[in-house]
């Protein structure tokens, strides 16, 4: 049974006429009746409307070989060699929540990397333009407003990991999608791609030219005081182009994550979990190493190289303990 005849049915059992259907979920008549004569078919927000309104699974509906109705199963049970299964409804909540949280993931992002600009400026004021406000002032002001707006986005990534704990094992542990579920999740990534890569072209454009106003300023020898003005314009750009790039690859990341490709694929995942003490062990070792230095000598200003540098390596190290482990 195709699902155009379980709608129909369903509907039927129900004892509801199409136009009673159609003001249930929320459309025209002439849709439901496009859907049970096969000539098109609901999109993933009716299909979980109509599998919550008939008390049946979207496996129910999705499933054509299906001919009885089966009680919907657990979200955990077990499907083949004993792998999670993920239903319909555990997998458009999981979009939904990522999709969402992207944008304000991206937003402190941006604003980490913002953090710094009153900071700066406020130390130019106060060095080439007197009588505005005092260096000690400027500094005192920059720092907290720094130490406020990193602060808050940490809280804010805290509150959004809280939030997707419930979501952990599609990350790490590799599962079963119910029948059907991937068609959808690959329709939706699909009508998600055309903006995801307009972002990221558009997010990788602004961190090349962001760089540009600084140059061209320096370049024709204007006041110290408007080249710190382009470094604060440089600041504002990437923060932009960040944020858009952050926000295509989260929504990306979902569904990769839901397909269980790229990097969340079954290979990846269990190397992922070969790799979880690596990450650890080497970033204290950089935070040792970050202190000792800039204790000794006193150089703060110039030390904090040692953060971009030891990212850089990072993959270096991963790919070193990973050759390291299959020898």
Not at 206 to 231: D, F, K, M, N, R
Request: include cysteine; aromatic fraction near 8%; charge should be negative.
């Amino acid at each position: 049974m195709i699902l155009a005849e379980k709608i129909m049915e369903l509907r039927k059992k129900n004892g509801w006429s199409q136009e009673e259907l159609a003001f249930q979920v929320d459309v025209s008549r002439q849709s439901v009746s496009k859907w049970e004569s096969g000539a098109s078919i609901p999109d993933l927000e009716r299909i979980l409307k109509l599998s919550q309104l008939f008390g049946v699974s979207t496996d129910y509906l999705l499933k054509e070989e299906l001919e009885d109705l089966p009680a919907a199963l657990p979200e955990n049970s077990d499907g083949e060699n004993g792998r999670r299964r993920i239903t319909m409804e555990v997998a458009s909540e999981f979009m939904e929540n990522k999709i969402k949280a992207s944008k304000k993931i991206a937003g402190a992002v941006s604003a980490c990397i913002l953090s710094p600009v009153v900071l700066i400026y406020l130390g130019a004021l106060s060095q080439f333009k007197e009588n505005v406000i005092s260096e000690g002032m400027a500094g005192g002001v920059g720092v907290v407003v720094l130490l406020l707006i990193v602060g808050l986005s940490t809280v804010f990534f805290i509150l959004n990991g809280m939030k997707m704990e419930a979501y952990e094992h599609l990350e790490k542990e590799t599962f079963q999608l119910e029948y059907g579920v991937e068609a959808v999740v690959r329709k939706k990534m699909a009508q998600y791609e055309g903006i995801n890569r307009l972002y990221t072209v558009t997010g990788v454009f602004l961190c090349i030219i962001s760089v540009c106003p600084l140059l061209i300023a320096s370049s024709i020898g204007v006041s110290e005081y408007i080249q710190t003005i382009c470094l604060l314009l440089l600041f504002v750009v990437v923060s932009a182009g960040v944020f858009l790039i952050i926000v295509a690859g989260e929504k990306k990341s979902c569904f990769h994550i839901l397909l269980q490709e790229g990097d969340y694929s079954e290979g990846k995942k269990v190397e992922k979990k070969k790799n979880d003490s690596v990450p650890a062990i080497y970033w204290c070792i950089v935070t040792a190493v970050y202190l000792g230095i800039s204790f000794l000598t006193e150089g703060w200003g110039k030390t904090w190289i040692i953060w971009p540098s030891a990212a850089v390596l990072y993959g270096a190290v991963l790919g070193i303990a990973g050759a390291l482990r299959k020898d």
